[in-house]
């Protein structure tokens, strides 16, 4: 049995959070430009222990009490804390945590990009950093320094997403060129992953922005 304010479950979280920042980054990176320079063995050893990982967090979460919604009292009946998570969040730990696509792969040698999509939904398990704040015990300053921090990351990672996201769909056919790219010998497509990854973040910015980006008949 773990209380929900043990020190420990609190140490957990922040790991598994540390955790999903990585995935985070990652996973959308990898989705939208399949960088080959992330292909090798050591980040796959490292995607299948953060998989673990969470599949620990998942195992503890069946073990950790919570708060009763309306007394305020403190569930530590097991089957009721399993019912409740069940009927929570658990279906997305669980479609987030096993890793469908590598297993599709280990049996038909073949990949699928929608299975890969499952991974997207451990970007959830980010949300937990608000809880943790509120439940830190540390001065009002503190707590408040911790939420700006907060917002300035998840406006940095909408802008990631927005640009790995805007990269993906102009890939499918390859024929939309940025206003930006004066140069017009140069193809995006062919250009390396760090090229299209800037080229595609400063673009998500500028929609953020307002501004308006598309030449008169372009996507």
């Given at each position: 049995?773990?209380?929900?304010?043990?020190?420990?479950?609190?140490?957990?979280?922040?790991?598994?959070?540390?955790?999903?920042?990585?995935?985070?980054?990652?996973?959308?990176?990898?989705?939208?430009?399949?960088?080959?320079?992330l292909?090798?063995?050591?980040?796959?050893?490292?995607?299948?222990?953060?998989?673990?990982?969470?599949?620990?967090?998942?195992?503890?979460?069946?073990?950790t009490?919570?708060?009763?919604p309306?007394?305020?009292?403190?569930?530590?009946?097991?089957?009721?804390?399993r019912?409740?998570?069940?009927?929570?969040?658990?279906?997305?730990?669980?479609?987030?945590?096993?890793?469908?696509?590598?297993?599709?792969?280990?049996?038909?040698?073949?990949?699928n990009?929608?299975?890969?999509?499952?991974?997207?939904?451990?970007?959830?398990?980010?949300?937990?950093?608000?809880?943790?704040?509120?439940?830190?015990?540390?001065?009002?300053?503190?707590?408040?320094?911790?939420?700006?921090?907060?917002?300035?990351?998840?406006?940095?990672?909408?802008?990631?997403?927005?640009?790995?996201?805007?990269?993906?769909?102009?890939?499918?056919?390859?024929?939309?060129?940025?206003?930006?790219?004066?140069?017009?010998?140069?193809?995006?497509?062919?250009?390396?992953?760090?090229?299209?990854?800037?080229?595609?973040i400063?673009h998500?910015?500028?929609?953020?922005?307002?501004?308006?980006?598309?030449?008169?008949?372009?996507?």
């Amino acid at each position: 049995m773990v209380t929900q304010n043990d020190p420990r479950k609190t140490t957990w979280e922040l790991f598994v959070i540390i955790l999903a920042l990585y995935n985070c980054f990652f996973i959308p990176f990898e989705l939208s430009f399949s960088p080959p320079e992330l292909t090798g063995v050591e980040f796959f050893l490292l995607n299948t222990a953060i998989d673990i990982c969470f599949g620990i967090d998942i195992f503890i979460a069946f073990r950790t009490t919570f708060y009763h919604p309306i007394t305020g009292d403190e569930i530590r009946d097991l089957k009721i804390i399993r019912k409740n998570y069940i009927r929570g969040r658990f279906a997305i730990d669980f479609l987030s945590t096993v890793p469908f696509d590598n297993l599709l792969f280990l049996i038909t040698q073949t990949s699928n990009k929608f299975l890969a999509m499952f991974s997207l939904l451990k970007l959830i398990r980010v949300t937990r950093l608000s809880r943790i704040i509120a439940r830190l015990n540390v001065s009002e300053d503190t707590k408040n320094s911790l939420k700006l921090f907060q917002l300035i990351f998840f406006i940095v990672l909408y802008i990631h997403c927005s640009g790995c996201g805007w990269f993906a769909i102009a890939n499918v056919d390859q024929t939309w060129v940025p206003p930006i790219n004066m140069d017009t010998d140069i193809n995006l497509y062919e250009e390396d992953t760090f090229y299209k990854y800037i080229i595609s973040i400063y673009h998500s910015v500028l929609l953020m922005m307002g501004n308006d980006i598309f030449p008169k008949g372009d996507l």
